[in-house]
């Protein structure tokens, strides 16, 4: 695995105006570029009783000049003969992406990595999991997202299994998604059926990643505060749901300034977690990565102000032989932002999904010998430590 993942990184030269991971992490919320990516949409309805509602799928096509005011650009759903037409047998390698914390198919990171794989020359299909109440779509019961939410990828994953049988499936994460995936593959352990995962700006712990946020001013009234804004704006979008949780209080809401004070007043209540910290120590994906038995590409740069060094799980991830990491001295979050304009990981992570997807043609020998076999659980002086404890169960609740 590290010598593929070497093979597929190359050099990181980043623009030198945007010296630190202030400068590229504020570059990505002023950059605009056109990556033009088409997609058409369906709706999903949750098959799971615990996480019932629907959440959004939007499927890259071919450029279409159709429009659909109440979705975002260049997104419009199937009609039923399209989507019904969807099944195939064909091989082509599919990557199932998901988004950062109230971001969507739109963000224009993701249509970074999308728009080299899209390309007939590259000939990838591509989806991207839209969490509930994202990127436009609609919900229709209070149950949002949260930063385990691994409940919706699970069902499109099975989707994908069953309705393209011959392809090899694999999936990129962002940020937030980057958690959740990163969960997801721990959760799926060695029943996973994707062939391999990169997973980028992964915040990885977040009690820690949000106690760091809270101790400068940067971090509480820049980040902290940006990001409590986004989510609140979502919430008042759906405010006619959300409001049916008795548990939630609108009012106290609309009161909050920050990322962990939304946190406090819709996650704790909607999902059962006591406290903020607690719920942050029970979706963190430091600990999921032990048990990840799928080729995992983690990119992270450690100036990052968000998802930050101190929250890297380096320990973890040395000890697991399917997992490599990939962290730059600089890039920001979700940055890397090159001279050239372009950003640099697009580079690492689509050579490193494409170099796995040639491997899925090798024999079944060579595919296998990608990483090595997982170092098992041990019992050490008649203890166990189990890598996805949760402390938490989640049951069917009527909200």
């Known amino acids: 695995m590290a010598e593929l993942v070497k093979d597929a990184t190359p050099p990181c030269h980043l623009n030198p105006l945007l010296f630190n991971g202030h400068l590229q992490t504020a570059w990505t919320a002023v950059k605009d570029q056109d990556v033009p990516i088409y997609y058409k949409r369906t709706v999903f309805e949750a098959e799971d009783s615990a996480y019932r509602g629907c959440f959004a799928v939007d499927f890259v096509v071919p450029e279409f000049e159709q429009r659909d005011e109440t979705l975002p650009p260049r997104t419009v759903p199937f009609t039923d003969d399209e989507f019904n037409a969807l099944p195939s047998s064909d091989t082509r390698p599919m990557l199932v992406a998901l988004h950062g914390l109230s971001g969507g198919s739109h963000e224009l990171y993701l249509r970074h990595v999308l728009a080299p794989l899209v390309t ?113 704006k979502l919430v008042e979008i759906h405010a006619d749901q959300v409001s049916k949780n ?18 406090r007043e819709i996650q704790c209540p909607s999902w059962g ?56 001295a600089h890039g920001g979050h979700l940055g890397w932002f090159e001279g050239s304009g372009g950003r640099w990981f697009v580079k690492p992570a689509t050579n490193f999904l ?46």
């Open 120 to 232: 007939p020359e590259a000939c990838w299909d591509a989806c991207v999991v839209n969490a509930r109440g994202c990127a436009l779509s609609k919900i229709t019961t209070p149950v949002l997202f949260n930063a385990r939410a691994t409940w919706d990828v699970r069902q499109t994953i099975r989707w994908l299994r069953k309705t393209f049988p011959n392809r090899a499936l694999f999936a990129i994460g962002f940020s937030l998604g980057a958690n959740i995936l990163t969960n997801y593959l721990g959760e799926e352990g060695a029943e996973c059926v994707l062939k391999a995962a990169v997973v980028i700006s992964n915040p990885w712990n977040l009690d820690i990643s949000n106690t760091i946020l809270q101790s400068t001013w940067l971090g509480l009234e820049v980040y902290s505060k940006t990001m409590g804004s986004n989510l609140k």
């Open 246 to 263: 008795a548990d939630v209080s609108l009012d106290r809401l609309r009161q909050t300034k920050y990322l962990h004070e939304f946190d």
């Open 273 to 328: 977690y006591p406290t903020v910290g607690a719920y942050y120590r029970d979706a963190s994906s430091c600990d999921s990565v032990l048990a990840v038995k799928t080729p995992l590409l983690a990119i992270q740069a450690e100036d990052d102000p968000i998802a930050v060094k101190q929250a890297i799980p380096y320990d973890e991830i040395s000890l697991n032989p399917y997992v490599v990491l990939a962290a730059t």
């Open 354 to 399: 494409s170099q796995m997807a040639e491997r899925q043609l090798e024999p079944e020998k060579d595919r296998n010998a990608t990483a090595a076999d997982a170092v098992p659980e041990k019992d050490v002086e008649g203890h166990h430590f189990e890598a996805l404890r949760r402390k938490m169960d989640i049951e069917a609740r009527a909200i």
